[in-house]
Structure formats: structure tokens, C-alpha cells
Nanobody
Framework: QVQLVESGGGLVQAGGSLRLSCKAS????????MYWYRQTPGKQRELLAT???????NYTDSVKGRFTISRDNAKNTIYLQMNSLKPEDTAVYYC???????????WGQGTQVTVSS
């Protein structure tokens, strides 16, 4: 079984910063990428950032240059450093990982980020 627990969300003013964490436990794949997504009401979940086991990263255009994904394989944890936050970044943020040896993906429960103007 795989469990993902996000933390670090909260209320911040525009221009501020937050650091999200996603702690994974159980039989997660350490060789497959891990991801950060976000979702606002009525919209599809949006992929924000990807990090491979080797540390290569990729970002969607809307967060490029402001958000940084990182990974600590020893702690089975990924992070999302979010700087220069904007009100449109307000959303529930989720991490995703794969179960080892399978194509089954797991999601955390999400953490709310609210950016006030």
C-alpha cells in the first residue's frame, strides 16, 4: 500500500512564499517520476511539476521560474517551493506517486493554498 501526505499549505499574501511537502510511505516506486498537481473547483486537476528519480524537472508554463520541485529519495519526500505567489495560484495542491512495479498511481489528500491580493 502507498500513502502520500501533503503539508505546508496555508494563507499567504500575494508575492509571498510557501513550501509544500509530500511524504510518501509504503511501496512507492523510487525509479519513476513524482508530481505536483493543483485543482480549483470546477476545473480539472492541473499538472504543475515533474521530477524524475535522477532529479530532472519539468514545469508547466504558468509556474516556471516561480516554483521549484525537489526530491529527497532517502526521505521519500518531494517538495514544492512556491515563490512570488499570485491569487490565481489559489488551489488545492496534490502530489502523485506510483506504486512500485505497477502502473497504479496514488494521490495524497491535498493541501489548500490560498493567496490573498
Amino acid at each position: 500500500q502507498v500513502q502520500l501526505v501533503e503539508s505546508g499549505g496555508g494563507l499567504v499574501q500575494a508575492g509571498g512564499s510557501l513550501r509544500l511537502s509530500c511524504k510518501a510511505s509504503g511501496s512507492i516506486s523510487i525509479i519513476r517520476p513524482m508530481y505536483w498537481y493543483r485543482q480549483t473547483p470546477g476545473k480539472q486537476r492541473e499538472l504543475l511539476a515533474t521530477i524524475t528519480s535522477g532529479g530532472s524537472t519539468n514545469y508547466t508554463d504558468s509556474v516556471k521560474g516561480r516554483f521549484t520541485i525537489s526530491r529527497d529519495n532517502a526521505k521519500n519526500t518531494i517538495y514544492l517551493q512556491m515563490n512570488s505567489l499570485k491569487p490565481e495560484d489559489t488551489a488545492v495542491y496534490y502530489c502523485k506517486a506510483w506504486r512500485a512495479g505497477s502502473n497504479v498511481g496514488y494521490w495524497g489528500q491535498g493541501t489548500q493554498v490560498t493567496v490573498s491580493s
